[in-house]
C-alpha cells in the first residue's frame, strides 16, 4: 500500500525557545521528556497510510491494538537512534534514518509530510529533501517560508496586536499591558490591584499553563502578597527572564464552569480558513492544559456560532498575512456570556487526536453523533507499569465495549510516570463520564 503521509512528532522542538533557557540540567531534561512523551498520540492523527515519526518508539502493544480498533492495516513507526530535544534534527544526524525517510518519499511521489509545528529545524528538514530532488507536500507552510510569522503570531503579544485589527466583527480582548522586565510587571499588577482587578501574569511564549501566574485580587489583602508571589514565581522559572511579559485583566468566569474555556481549532490551506472542530478544554487548578471534551451538545448554539464567527475572522487575517496550517484559539467567558480571546497556538493541538479519532470512527458528523473525552495524563498509581498490564487491567472498557462505538483508546503510555492518556468515545455525554467512571474504579 502506498504512504500518503509522513508525521513528525516535534512537540518538544516547537517549544525549544523557552526550554533552552532552563538553568538546570536536570530540570531542562525533565521537561524535553515531558514533551516528547506526549508524542505517542500523534498515532491516531489523521487516517490510514502514515509513516509517523517519533523522538521514541512508540509501544508495540500500543500499535497493535489500535491498528485493530481503528482497523488500520498501513502504519509504520520510525524514531532516531538518538534525541536531542529537536526531532527534526535528530532525524537528519541518523543516516538510517534519514536514508529510509528519503526512499519513502521517492517511493511515494507527492506524500504529504505534516509537522506538530513549523520550526527552524523542521525547515532545514525540508530543505534537505529539497535539495534531493525529492517530490512532496508540507500544506503547512507559511508564505515565503517566513518562520517569523510563525514566532509573532504564536507570542502573547504578536497575537494580541494582529487580532486587535480586525475591525469586521467585534473580537473582546482583555485588557492587556506588554512590560519588558520585572518592574514594569510589578507597576502593572499595582495598576490593577488599585482598580480592584485580579489579574494574569504571562509569558509571551508560555505552553499548557507553563509561564502563568494568577493575581487574584480577592485573595489577598495587601499588593505586597501578590508582588512577593510574583517575585518568587520570576526567581523560580527561567522562563520570566528572556521575553517580553504580558499583564492582561482576569476574565471573572460565569457560574457555569463548563463553558468557561471553549477553543476551536483552524486548519488554513491555500483556499482560506476552516474551522477543524471546537472543544472545551479541561484545566488544572494552575491553568495547566489537561485535555478536551468535544462533540455533541458541546457548547450552547448562540456561543457556538459566535466563536466560530470570530474564529474565522481571526482565520483570515492570519490567512491574508500567510500563514498556512493548524492553530487553534483559547477563549475564556464571562460571566454576562462575552467570549474574550486569550491567545492563539501556530501548531496542531492537543485535541487534535482526539478530533481525528472521533472523525474516523464516526464519520463526517461525528459531531452530532458521538461525544468524545480526551486526558494526556491520568495518573494510575506510584509504579509505572508496562503498555502491556495498563492494556490488561483496562480490557473491560477498551474501544470498542461489546462491540459498540464506546470506550476507552489509549493514547499515551507515559514512559517517565505512572501516568498514560486516553480518549473516550461514546453517542453521548452521560455515557462517556460512565465509563471514564468505570476506568477510574479499575485503578482504584
Known amino acids: 500500500m502506498p504512504t500518503k503521509i509522513i508525521i513528525i512528532a516535534n512537540i518538544a522542538e516547537s517549544f525549544e525557545n523557552i526550554i533552552s533557557g532552563i538553568k538546570s540540567r536536570k530540570q531542562k531534561s525533565e521537561r524535553i521528556f515531558l514533551e516528547h512523551s506526549l508524542c505517542e498520540r500523534t498515532l491516531l492523527w489523521e487516517k490510514d497510510n502514515k509513516l509517523v515519526i517519533t523522538p521514541f518508539p512508540i509501544s508495540k502493544n500500543l500499535i497493535a491494538i489500535n491498528k485493530k480498533v481503528l482497523s488500520l492495516k498501513n502504519i509504520q513507526n520510525l524514531f532516531p537512534k538518538e534525541i536531542s530535544l529537536s526531532l527534526s534534527e535528530s532525524i537528519l544526524k541518523d543516516n538510517d534514518l ?29 530543505k534537505y529533501l529539497k535539495n534531493k530532488k525529492l517530490k512532496f507536500t508540507v500544506l503547512e507552510m507559511p508564505k515565503n517560508h517566513k518562520f517569523s510569522l510563525i514566532s509573532h503570531l504564536d507570542s502573547k503579544i504578536g497575537s494580541r496586536k494582529e487580532i486587535s485589527k480586525i475591525k469586521n466583527i467585534a473580537v473582546n480582548i482583555p485588557i492587556s499591558i506588554f512590560c519588558k522586565d520585572k518592574n514594569q510587571v510589578f507597576e502593572a499588577v499595582r495598576r490593577f490591584f488599585y482598580k480592584k482587578q485580579s489579574c494574569v501574569v504571562k509569558a509571551n511564549f508560555g505552553e499548557s499553563g507553563w509561564g502563568l501566574i494568577f493575581a487574584d485580587r480577592n485573595k489577598v489583602d495587601e499588593i505586597q502578597e501578590i508582588i512577593g508571589c510574583v517575585e518568587i514565581a520570576f526567581e523560580k522559572d527561567s522562563i520570566w527572564t528572556k521575553n517580553l511579559i504580558l499583564v492582561e485583566e482576569m476574565i471573572p468566569s460565569g457560574k457555569n464552569s463548563s463553558i468557561n474555556s471553549p477553543s476551536l481549532e483552524i486548519f488554513i490551506s491555500e483556499k482560506g480558513p476552516k474551522i477543524t472542530y471546537s472543544c472545551k478544554q479541561i484545566i488544572g487548578k494552575n491553568g495547566d492544559f489537561l485535555g478536551v471534551t468535544l462533540g455533541k451538545d458541546l457548547l450552547p448554539i448562540n456561543l457556538d456560532r459566535r466563536l466560530a464567527r470570530i474564529a474565522l475572522s481571526i482565520g483570515k487575517k492570519f490567512f491574508q ?11 475564556v467567558v464571562s460571566e454576562k456570556g462575552t467570549p474574550y480571546v486569550i491567545e492563539t497556538n501556530m501548531r496542531r493541538t492537543g485535541g487534535t487526536h482526539a478530533y481525528d479519532t472521533a472523525k474516523h470512527i464516526f464519520g463526517n458528523n461525528w459531531n452530532q453523533t458521538a461525544f468524545v473525552l480526551s486526558r494526556d495524563n491520568f495518573q494510575y498509581g506510584k509504579e509505572k507499569l508496562s503498555p502491556k498490564k495498563i ?28 501516568s498514560f492518556g486516553f480518549v473516550i468515545l461514546a453517542n453521548n455525554k452521560n455515557r462517556v463520564l460512565y465509563i471514564y467512571k468505570q476506568m477510574q474504579y479499575l485503578w482504584g
Do not use: A, Q, W
Not at 529510509?100 to 527552524?120: A, L
Not at 498575512?321 to 477563549?331: A, H, L, N, Q, V
Open 98 to 126: 534519514i536514508d529510509s525517510v528519503c526512499r519513502i518519499v521517492k517511493k511515494n511521489p507527492g506524500i504529504r509530510i505534516s509537522p506538530y509545528c513549523i520550526t527552524p529545524h523542521f525547515l532545514s528538514f525540508i
Open 391 to 418: 492494556l490488561e487491567r483496562m480490557k473491560h472498557v477498551l474501544y470498542p465495549i461489546r462491540d459498540n462505538r464506546e470506550g476507552v483508546i489509549i493514547s499515551i503510555v507515559n514512559r517517565c510516570n505512572p
Open 321 to 331: 498575512m500567510g500563514y498556512r496550517g493548524f492553530f487553534d484559539i483559547d477563549f
